[in-house]
């Protein structure tokens, strides 16, 4: 059993895999190390999401006036397309699976690296080249179809719209490789004493999202060449005028997009499974029930995709049985939500910011999930349909969820990525401002979408106008808290204190090894013969965890 | 207390039967979703206070569920889930069959408005009347891309899709006026792609249809005919105007001078303009013309290449007569005219 001494002062390992085999430019662009592929991944995505988050504010700005504010119409329109593009393909859909995922899946099965190191480089290679060409279609003309591209209005805009789906064609390959490489990674590299019901949770709930990526992407990939063929040439696939039909997109659409929901959301419950044991130091409440529930749910996650399309003509019947199935979704998520507030019980709770980021996305992911259950009773999705309920809900799921998810996983393996530690005062600063500054952007869209205010407008009735200012609010406080996080994170990579090997007392195999890791991940390879998530047979001498208190300093 | 909960959540008032049934569903949903968060999250507040840290390194026991907590962890929310599928499933099903004898309307969208047109003929651009206390279905598509025609306080919406039709029914209760929205996105100006729904009561909705049909010859354009003075003595002009309003022209081009989405027609005959080729012309008439069939040949700089051809879809009597109504179009000869769309008036909560 190699158990690093507890007792021992915080160390920064002196070899790791940011100065092997070397410290240049070179020796990063080439490296087949997955560490240094998915600190690349994190820090490119990031970069993206500054640039949609920017897209977002702009949006928000916008919308404090009925009519023209800062821009018009057609800008208007741009923006929103691109801050969907932005958010979805560079953003949320590569951040957790491919940057942490990257970092931690080969670590966390006892690896020395993924089972294709150079289909990983190709990976993030492939990412760049798709977000250079559908960023060079932005600045080019940019696309005003909505980040869903519907027929016939897709195929018929004047703007540029095919450089856009050539590059969500492209990114959809580096979905593929990663998810491909994950697959096999965890079937084939586990080490000797990790069987399967000794995976942690993190690991299973990136299978299941890597699952996803490889049977639905192909189906995004082939929509979107049809969408651009037809936009070129005119071949009247989606043309009802020449024998074609303009819903066949949704369903194609859907039947990828919707599943990709699950590629959005399935990462950050693995972040969250990870989370919450660490910080109530308490063996996970139904190890198997949250484990299989991932895989419940990207395979429910194919059969869903009709409820898009409730207003679009579809008969009574497929609507049903769209209605009943998104159902079983929630139920999956819901043994999840009530397996992780058990996991709390007779714990012993450390209210660190990972910890509050978990609070906030159990709130986001709990509303997120009801108000989608709401939207699958049908009826009510006639009324709600392409309004502001519908914004707010996706944002409750994308945003609350999954960027509450991000952010608990950086500040929660920051000391293990950077072998340093972020300010904890600083870091509680800035969870509240994030979520607080969440909670008033959104819940005022929800009442606009009760309201029946429809989404994508430019222009509004006055009588939506304070709502509108409400929810413009809130985003200032949000952008704020990003502000405020970026500062002290980049501070504490020069001046963080160390954090040695596992700074939480965490019982998950990533944090055997010292912080920042070796470049083979292990300097000995661990036995592991406990459990990632168990707390229960702790001695009571291994009292105090290296680097735990140097966290307030 | 319908009334109450309504306010509270921000929902229009409730023009239908159908408008309040999808409310009770709603009120029922909303509350069951708060007991519960209710309950999950005072659960976790206990657990965090009572089982927060008190020593670093704490053991803690192990607990592993029982098969009943996971029965009942699936059992109970599904039950839930399943008895709001079962309320709101048929109320959405019933609005896909529309009663025997309801009164057909036929809507079509296109970029960017709503056409309504009767039985025997009548039709108006972007109002919808209808008689209080009579179903109506709506048979829905569109001429372009994919629109959605939604009235918040029916609690309605159906998409208009391209090459076929779509239906959907209501039966509204209160003479009133109400906006329709579109509510798929369509484009540059999908925001300004609003109608109004009057209800009017059975009898005066009689009177209205009556007359529509028997002035069919004379002016099919409902939405204009209460707001706009006939011009006596230039029927030209009048035919111009006309097809101007349901060629959709106005819904781009202002009379008045505002800025809009197209070159205001005030004033535009044998102005000079410049050109995005740096270029400056005088908007005679054969470039009025030329403008209605090849938009894109000679486009205002400022302006987007948005405008569709009209190439085949006019006669040459009715580009002549849009022509004429345009060189009439002089600021001190003119008054304020329909730009765009109706004049909505907010409906007070």
């Not at chain 1, 501070?491 to 204190?497: A, D, N, T, W």
């Amino acid at each position: 059993m190699s158990q690093f001494p507890d007792s021992s002062p915080p160390v920064f390992a002196e070899r790791n895999y940011l100065n092997t085999p070397a410290t240049g430019l070179k020796s990063w662009l080439t490296t087949l190390d997955h560490k240094r592929i998915g600190v690349m991944f994190l820090i490119t995505t990031l970069i993206f999401f500054a640039v949609g988050g920017l897209f977002a504010m702009l949006i928000r700005i916008e919308l404090l006036t009925p009519g023209p504010t800062i821009m018009d119409a057609m800008s208007y329109n741009r923006m929103f397309t691109l801050h969907g593009v932005v958010m979805i393909f560079l953003f949320m859909i590569p951040a957790i699976p491919s940057g942490f995922g990257n970092f931690l899946l080969p670590i966390m099965v006892g690896a020395k690296d993924v089972a294709f190191p150079r289909l990983n480089l190709l990976s993030f290679y492939v990412y760049l080249l798709g977000a250079l060409i559908a960023l060079g279609g932005m600045i080019y003309g940019g696309a005003d179809t909505g980040w869903t591209f519907y027929t016939p209005y897709s195929t018929t805009t004047t703007t540029k719209v095919v450089p856009i789906l050539l590059g969500a064609f492209i990114l959809g390959f580096s979905s593929i490789l990663t998810g491909l490489n994950f697959i096999v990674t965890v079937h084939t590299l586990r080490a000797p004493g990790i069987t399967w019901n000794k995976l942690p949770l993190f690991v299973w709930s990136i299978y299941g999202t890597s699952v996803i990526q490889i049977l639905a992407t192909p189906v995004l990939g082939m929509t979107l060449l049809l969408v651009a063929i037809e936009h070129a040439f005119g071949w009247g696939i989606f043309d009802p005028a020449r024998g074609g039909d303009p819903v066949l997109f949704q369903h194609f659409f859907w039947f990828y997009s919707h599943p990709a929901v699950y590629i959005m959301i399935l990462p950050a419950m693995a972040v969250i499974s990870e989370v919450v044991c660490a910080f109530s130091r308490k063996n996970i409440f139904g190890y198997k029930a949250v484990a299989y529930s991932s895989l419940g749910i990207a395979f429910v996650g194919f059969f869903t995709w009709g409820h898009h399309l409730f207003t679009s003509g579809q008969s009574a019947f497929n609507a049903g049985v769209f209605g009943v199935l998104s159902m079983f979704v929630g139920i999956f998520t819901a043994i999840k939500v009530f397996n992780w507030v058990a996991t709390m019980y007779k714990g012993s709770i450390s209210f660190k910011t990972p910890f509050v980021y978990f609070i906030g996305f159990l709130f986001f992911l709990f509303f997120g999930g009801m108000t989608g259950v709401a939207l699958a009773t049908v009826s009510l999705d006639i009324h709600w349909q392409d309004t502001y309920f519908v914004v707010a809900h996706f944002h409750f799921i994308m945003v609350g969820s999954t960027i509450m998810a991000f952010l608990a996983a950086l500040h929660y393996w920051w000391p293990k990525i950077t072998g340093r530690m972020y300010n904890e005062r600083w870091g509680l600063v800035g969870a509240t401002l994030v979520v607080s500054g969440f909670v008033f952007t959104f819940l005022p869209q929800f009442l606009l979408g009760n309201e029946g205010m429809p989404r994508r407008y430019f222009n509004y009735p006055e009588r939506f106008q304070a709502l509108n200012v409400a929810s413009t609010a809130g985003a200032s406080v949000l952008g704020i808290g990003f502000l405020v996080i970026l500062v002290y994170i980049l501070v504490s990579l020069k001046y963080g204190p160390v954090a040695g090997p596992n700074p939480w007392g965490s019982r998950g195999y990533e944090w055997l090894t010292p912080s920042p890791p070796p470049l083979e991940n292990f300097d000995e390879l661990p036995a592991f013969e406990r459990g990632p998530h168990e707390y229960h047979d702790l001695p009571g001498v291994e009292a105090v965890a290296p680097g735990a208190g140097s966290s307030h300093a | 207390m319908n009334d109450l909960l309504r306010r509270l959540l921000f929902l229009p008032p409730q023009l239908s039967r159908h408008a309040r049934d999808v409310d009770g569903l709603h009120f029922f949903v909303v509350i069951t979703t708060l007991v519960a968060g209710f309950l999950i999250f005072a659960t976790a507040l206990v657990f965090m206070i009572r089982y927060r840290r008190r020593r670093e390194g704490e053991a803690t026991p192990e607990v592993q569920p029982k098969h009943w907590h996971e029965a009942v962890f699936v059992g109970v929310p599904l039950a839930f889930f399943l008895l709001w599928f079962a309320i709101g499933y048929p109320q959405y099903v019933e609005t896909t069959q529309p009663p025997p004898g309801a009164m057909d309307v036929f809507v079509q969208g296109k970029k960017w408005m709503w056409k309504f047109a009767y039985q025997g003929g009548p039709s108006s651009i972007d109002v919808l009347r209808v008689p209080a206390g009579r179903p109506v279905r709506l048979l829905i598509t569109s001429r372009d891309v994919i629109h959605s025609f939604y009235v918040p306080e029916l609690r309605l919406k159906q998409d208009a899709l391209p090459g076929r039709y779509t239906q959907t029914w209501f039966q509204a209760d209160q003479p009133g006026r109400y906006q329709v929205f579109c509510a798929e996105y369509c484009g540059l100006s999908h925001s300004g792609m609003l109608a109004e729904l009057v209800v009017l009561p059975a009898p005066e909705f009689d009177i209205w249809i009556a007359e529509q049909r028997r002035g069919e010859a004379r002016a099919q354009d409902a939405a204009l005919t209460g707001s706009e003075r006939s011009m006596p003595g230039s029927s030209i002009l009048d035919q111009g105007r006309r097809v101007a309003a349901d060629q959709g022209c106005l819904k781009c081009h202002s009379v008045d001078g505002s800025r809009h989405i197209g070159p205001t027609f005030i004033d535009l005959y044998s102005r000079h303009e410049k050109l995005t080729t740096g270029e400056v012309i005088t908007a005679d008439e054969a470039y009025l013309t030329r403008s209605m069939m090849d938009p894109a040949a000679q486009l205002v700089a400022g302006y987007q290449n948005v405008m569709p051809s009209f190439q085949g879809r006019m006669t040459p009597p009715e580009v002549a007569a849009v022509v004429e109504y345009i060189k009439s179009l002089k600021t001190p000869a003119t008054d304020a005219g329909p730009s765009e769309g109706p004049v909505y008036e907010p409906i007070p909560r």
